[in-house]
């Protein structure tokens, strides 16, 4: 089955102990990116990368590193995390050149 | 940068009725492609239904049609047979060139038995 996988679902953490969130994709797509939601904000683009090693920034990439080693994974990692960064994150990817996106199931992130 | 409207955050429509949400959207690109997502209360993001700009014709996907104005840059969702199911959170995004899919702040829509 084609899908984007994303771990942990769901994370409680506490200011300053670093994580990852892993993202996986079956689909040989190129494009993935990392999105947080917040209520009235809407999806919120936090880094993309268009193929291996080559990554770049979006709109809200503060606070947030990610690589892309091979294709299907692309994970985001909070060196040091902090309350604001409480959010619902959502990973994404699909092939170049088309806009049709595949949305993993999200991981909700709690940062006390 | 470039943006993505959303002007109604929140909406109710009765069950067997119809309701539009709203949406408009700014590029410079003369192709793109426009989107609406459907978010119900799993979270899962669910591709509804899809328009590429350069077609006229406005997408239908069952219950789900869209009226794309381009030269107004609209692109408004109506929901046909409205149903339970159906509610959700509802968000208009814009892909175009090589940048990543820009959403805008969603609608909630509440259908009421």
């Keep these: 089955e084609a899908q984007v996988t994303q771990n942990p679902r769901y994370l409680i953490t506490v200011t300053g102990k670093k994580l990852t969130v892993t993202c996986s994709q079956n689909m040989n797509h190129e494009y993935m990116s990392w999105y947080r939601q917040d209520p009235g904000l809407g999806l919120r683009q936090i880094y993309y990368s268009m193929n291996v090693e080559v990554t770049d920034k979006g709109d809200v990439p503060e606070g947030y590193k990610v690589s892309r080693k091979e294709k299907r994974n692309f994970p985001l990692i909070l060196e040091s995390p902090s309350p604001n960064q409480t959010s619902l994150y959502f990973c994404a990817s699909r092939i170049s050149g088309t806009y049709e996106q595949y949305f993993g199931p999200g991981t909700r992130l709690t940062v006390t | ?113």
Excluded: H
């Design chain 2, 1 to 113: 940068a470039q943006t993505v409207t959303q002007s109604q955050p929140e909406m109710s429509v009765q069950e067997a009725e119809t309701v539009t949400l709203s949406c408009t959207y700014d590029t410079s690109e003369s192709n793109y492609y426009l989107f609406w997502y459907k978010q119900p209360p799993s979270r899962q993001m669910i591709l509804v239904i899809r328009q590429e700009a350069y077609k006229q014709q406005n997408a239908t996907e069952n219950r789900f049609s869209v009226n794309f104005q381009k030269a107004a840059k609209s692109f408004s969702l109506k929901i046909s047979d409205s149903q339970l199911g159906d509610t959700a959170m509802y968000f208009c995004a814009r892909g175009a060139g090589n940048t990543p899919l820009v959403f805008g702040k969603g609608t909630r829509l509440s259908v009421i038995a």
